[in-house]
């Protein structure tokens, strides 16, 4: 079977008949994405997986650095859960750098609902795999 590479990232490739096919836009430092859960998304009813959750977190900070020309992976994240995150509610997804040192780079990102919540945040540090 012929690969297709990153069309296939489960979180935002084009090509992944079963991903969440997200899209970003990156604005000087920050970068944002929007996603709303349905209910193959969710574990208990009615809401999303925390797993997933995470994935968006992960994911907003993986590509604001893949969108920037590094190339890094997560090599630790931390994720707090402050309120259910609701199926069929738009999602609004942020992510930053906080530090840079030597080949580590911390970062984080958040997810705010609908009505204006805080439903997640995470903070990860990434490696860069690229010898710089
Ligand atoms: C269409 C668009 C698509 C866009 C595509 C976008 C895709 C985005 C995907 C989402 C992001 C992901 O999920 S990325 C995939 C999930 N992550 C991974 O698979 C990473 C798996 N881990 C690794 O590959 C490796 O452990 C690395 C690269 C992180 C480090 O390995 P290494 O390079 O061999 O480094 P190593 O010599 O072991 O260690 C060097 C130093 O770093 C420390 N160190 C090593 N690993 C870690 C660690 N995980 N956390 C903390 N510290 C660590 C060591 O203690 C050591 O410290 P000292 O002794 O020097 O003090």
Known sequence: MERQGEEMCF???PKNPI????????????IESKFTPEEVHQGFDGIMHGGLVSTLLDEIMANMLYLQ?????TAKMETKFRKPVEIGQELTITGWIEREKKRTINTAAKII???G???AEAEAVF?????K
Not at 69 to 73: D, E
């Open 117 to 119: 919540q805080k439903v």
């Open 19 to 30: 991903g969440l096919k997200l899209e970003f836009e990156l604005n000087d430092d920050i």
């Open 69 to 73: 020309g590094v190339k890094a992976v």
């Open 127 to 131: 490696m860069r795999i690229d010898g």
């Open 113 to 115: 609902n609908q009505e």
């Open 11 to 13: 979180a935002c490739g």
